[in-house]
């Protein structure tokens, strides 16, 4: 009896927790831990702007099937029904009574058509070009996005290194300056500094307390901004591996340069675009042929509308026709529409020019990043060593009372400075050469 009691007691006591908890408790969401690589390839899979943007593949091969659909044979019916107010005669006087009725006053009349095409003076062959040309025009689009994105991904994975190694040196700062705080009031109880010492420690480390309080919102916000990229939940717990190391980078300014001209997508684009124009001018052109066309038409025709012939219809019959029409005088406007097809390749071959021009400037930016973060990672890292033997040298000079606080709390704030220096030239080093990828047209 007693070992129930004493089960029914902790039964009890499981659910009065659970009653008065003031949150309900669930199993916590796993933390999931990205690589770079990782975090890229979910992005590309789930990305909505992404997705919209492949669309564009979808809709080009669509107007592409448009487009070949215009050199097979249309088919077509009508039916239709005619009213005469009175039935049609016709006056003889070669017949007895003078007139004879040539039509009923109801006429029906099925009609299926057969219509095909036969020259166009290249039009169809150009539209069908134009149309390929569009899907290769969307497929450089989406590798221009997929670029873009990549190096978003970049960006907010490592403004989450970035954003944590700010709490932990926000972190060692408050706890240093609570130390510091505490020497400083031991000291000031036994007369040994003036209560200046002690406001001015209360006062760095409220200043330190609010560092990191926007230290941890940023990092936070940083998370947002990468579950948004990766679609995901944007309250969602997430955390990245970290890269601490860095590869030197061997740069070749003439080869990257050629690299980027050979892969960037905004190179190929710019060629579609003029090879889209030129088959624009072909269209423009077929203006000076005459078109050619081909019909057959089957009528059935009655006054009843099974249309099954009548004294004034034939019960059915067939028309074949091949037309030719040619419109040989607008007063120039075909020869003028020639002409601005012309100008609008000019005016690509130009901007073709400036996009190169443009595209080694980007590369030159990112290989001068790129050498400058290399340059920053030793010089920041011995600042850090230089911070922390000054932070000692002035809290033992402090303690022997031949300095002052102040000497301290900036030799503090001199190596918190340069341990922010170390970690932004790290990973300052790794989006500088994400940004040279995307100048090369690589993620």
């Known amino acids: 009896m007693r070992y129930s009691a004493s089960l029914l007691s902790i039964f009890l006591l499981v659910i009065l927790l659970l009653v008065l908890s003031p949150y309900p408790v669930f199993p916590q969401e796993k933390l999931r831990v990205y690589t770079l690589r990782e975090s890229i390839e979910e992005a590309l899979a789930n990305n909505y702007s992404f997705k919209a943007k492949q669309e564009q593949v979808d809709r080009a091969v669509h107007v592409k099937k448009q487009a070949r659909a215009e050199f097979l044979p249309k088919l077509s019916t009508t039916y239709s029904y005619t009213r005469f107010d009175e039935e049609r005669t016709f006056r003889s006087t070669l017949m007895a009574g003078g007139e004879v009725a040539v039509s009923s006053l109801d006429n029906y009349e099925w009609r ?22 569009g899907i290769d025009q969307s497929e450089m689009n989406v590798e221009l996005e997929k670029l873009g994105l990549a190096l978003k991904v970049k960006e907010a994975y490592f ?53 990191l309080v926007t230290a941890r919102n940023t990092a936070r916000l940083a998370r947002c901004s990468f579950n948004t990229l990766l679609s995901r939940p944007i309250l969602s717990s997430v955390d990245v591996q970290d890269i601490l190391v860095f590869k030197p980078e061997k740069e070749n300014f003439d080869e990257y340069v050629e690299q980027a001209l050979e892969n960037r997508p905004e190179m190929k684009l710019v060629n579609i675009n003029i090879l889209q124009v030129e088959q624009e001018t072909r269209l423009a052109k077929s203006k000076n042929y005459p078109e050619i066309g081909f019909t057959f038409d089957y009528i059935k025709a009655g006054d009843e509308p099974s249309v099954s012939g009548s004294p004034f219809h034939d019960a059915n019959e067939w028309r074949a026709t091949a037309a030719l029409s040619w419109t040989f005088w607008e007063w120039g406007k075909t020869h003028y529409a020639v002409k601005e097809k012309e100008s609008v390749k000019r005016e690509l071959m130009k901007t073709k020019l400036a996009l190169e021009d443009n595209i080694r400037l980007e590369v030159k930016e990112a290989v001068l990043r790129l050498e400058n973060a290399e340059e920053n990672i030793p010089t920041t890292q011995k600042a850090i060593k230089q911070g922390e033997e000054n932070l000692r040298v002035n809290e033992e000079r402090y303690k022997a009372q031949v300095t002052t606080i102040t000497e301290v709390l900036d030799a503090q704030t001199l190596l918190t400075r340069a341990r922010m220096n170390f970690y932004s030239a790290l990973y300052n080093h790794h989006l500088a050469r994400a940004s040279l990828d995307r100048a090369l047209g690589k993620y």
């Open 112 to 133: 299926g058509t057969v219509t095909q095409p036969l020259f166009t003076g290249f039009a169809l062959i150009s539209s069908f070009e134009l149309a390929k040309l």
């Open 159 to 211: 403004n989450i290194l970035i954003s944590d190694k700010g709490i932990e040196v926000a972190e060692s700062d408050v706890e240093f300056r609570e130390s510091n705080l505490n020497v400083a009031r031991s000291f000031y109880n036994v007369g040994m500094v003036p209560i200046n010492d002690v406001l001015r420690a209360e006062v760095e480390l409220a200043s330190a307390q609010q560092n």
